[in-house]
Structure formats: structure tokens, C-alpha cells
Nanobody, 129 residues
Framework: QVQLVESGGGLVQAGGSLSLSCAAS????????MAWFRQAPSLGKEREFV??????????SYVDSVKGRFTISRDNAKNSVYLQMNSLKPEDTAVYYC????????????????????WGQGTQVTVSS
């Protein structure tokens, strides 16, 4: 079955950096575009789109709040997607999830969590002030 496994979360001070990884199995990875979402349930927030990357990795999209600070990338040979997070802020604190989908990239659908059939279990990122 399809599995997405995130790693790399942790505790970091504001201004610091973290790199998240997501390893995929059970699917033809290059046929899926990938995305990162985040959710801060303690704040009552819904799952929020962070970034997405196209099937071949040639185009990316980001939510405005992370543009210039986060970078999404993928390695199809390793069935993996990454999220490099720099200049972290306390408001970036959340559980981060990777997700995979076939359809919707380049449309408004890519930012909707309902578009994605496959999800990882999440990794906690905590940014202290």
C-alpha cells in the first residue's frame, strides 16, 4: 500500500532552519505531484497548504507566508520530497504533513487538502521565540 513517511521535525529557535524529508513507497512516485501542508490543532487551525512541486520538479508553488523562506524539492530517483525551512518564525509551529496527488496541480485544487488521497503521519515542528 501507499506509504508516506516524514522525518526531520524538531525544536528550533526563531530564525533557525530545519529540513523535512518525506519518503514515499507503494506508488509510482514520478506520476504524483507532491505537497506539504501544516496544521496547528492547538490553535484550532485547519490543515494549511504550504508548498507543492510538479511531477518532474520543474515548478513549485508556495503560500505567501513562506515565500522566500521555504524551498520544496524532490528526488524522483529516491522517491522523496523535501522541505527546506529557513528563517523560521514561531507562527510556523505546526505538524507538517506531506501529501501526494495526481490531478489538480496548477489549479486552485492544489491548495485544498481534499485533493490529496495520500498523506503521511506528520512531523512536529516547534519554533521557540
Amino acid at each position: 500500500q501507499v506509504q508516506l513517511v516524514e522525518s526531520g521535525g524538531g525544536l528550533v529557535q526563531a530564525g533557525g532552519s530545519l529540513s523535512l524529508s518525506c519518503a514515499a513507497s507503494g506508488l509510482t512516485f514520478s506520476s504524483y505531484y507532491m505537497a506539504w501542508f501544516r496544521q496547528a490543532p492547538s490553535l484550532g487551525k485547519e490543515r494549511e497548504f504550504v508548498a507543492a512541486i510538479s511531477w518532474g520538479g520543474h515548478s513549485q508553488s508556495y503560500v505567501d507566508s513562506v515565500k522566500g523562506r521555504f524551498t520544496i524539492s524532490r528526488d524522483n530517483a529516491k522517491n522523496s520530497v523535501y522541505l527546506q525551512m529557513n528563517s523560521l518564525k514561531p507562527e510556523d509551529t505546526a505538524v507538517y504533513y506531506c501529501a501526494a496527488a495526481v490531478r489538480g496541480y496548477g489549479t486552485s485544487q492544489e491548495q485544498s487538502y481534499t485533493t490529496y488521497p495520500y498523506w503521511g503521519q506528520g512531523t512536529q515542528v516547534t519554533v521557540s521565540s
